[in-house]
């Protein structure tokens, strides 16, 4: 452990886990084709979000996974970022106990949100985003699975 970090836990706090990273891609069947040639992994899940414009790969990569995100139309938000920035990372996602408890916190200490609302993802967990400017610079998605 670094010397002077206090880990949540020391601090009454559940220790937070990386859930998965999610990269803005033009094509996922392009971008699989790495993921599935040069280190043979295959997406556990593949599946259109109509609410939220976006069609995603999920990747298992040991405890934590990649997940592919390509925009399904012109005005989805993950189109506008490529177009903007270019294929790449796109969010951190990070695994929590307790999401309302994070985002009380969150809020307390004058974080911004993306959205007020917690959602409902893909597979059954509940999210909120943190907003880049609130997160150095790094859209960071707290996630509480099922």
Same mark, same amino acid.
């Given at each position: @452990?670094?010397?002077?970090?206090? /880990?949540?836990?020391?601090? $009454?706090?559940?220790?937070?886990?990386?859930?998965?990273?999610?990269?803005?891609?033009?094509?996922?069947?392009?971008?699989? %084709?790495?993921?599935?040639?040069?280190? =043979?992994?295959?997406?556990?899940?593949?599946?259109?979000?109509?609410?939220?414009?976006? #069609? #995603?790969? @999920?990747?298992?990569? $040991?405890?934590?996974?990649? !997940?592919?995100?390509?925009?399904?139309?012109?005005?989805? /938000? #993950?189109?506008? &970022?490529?177009?903007?920035? =270019?294929? =790449?990372?796109?969010? #951190?996602?990070?695994?929590? *106990?307790?999401?309302?408890?994070?985002? *009380?916190?969150?809020?307390?200490?004058?974080?911004?949100?993306?959205?007020?609302?917690?959602?409902? $993802?893909? !597979? $059954?967990?509940?999210?909120? &985003?943190?907003?880049?400017? %609130?997160?150095?610079?790094?859209?960071? *998605?707290?996630? *509480?699975? /099922?």
């Amino acid at each position: @452990m670094l010397r002077g970090l206090q /880990p949540p836990e020391d601090r $009454g706090l559940p220790s937070p886990k990386i859930h998965h990273v999610g990269i803005a891609v033009e094509s996922i069947d392009d971008a699989l %084709s790495l993921y599935e040639d040069a280190l =043979g992994v295959v997406p556990a899940l593949r599946t259109e979000i109509p609410a939220e414009g976006v #069609i #995603i790969a @999920m990747l298992p990569v $040991g405890d934590s996974r990649i !997940e592919l995100l390509e925009g399904a139309g012109a005005d989805s /938000p #993950i189109t506008r &970022f490529v177009e903007r920035r =270019g294929p =790449g990372l796109h969010h #951190i996602a990070v695994r929590v *106990e307790d999401l309302e408890a994070s985002v *009380e916190r969150l809020r307390a200490s004058g974080r911004r949100l993306v959205s007020d609302e917690i959602r409902l $993802g893909a !597979e $059954g967990y509940r999210y909120v &985003f943190v907003h880049p400017s %609130s997160a150095g610079g790094v859209l960071l *998605e707290l996630i *509480e699975e /099922p």
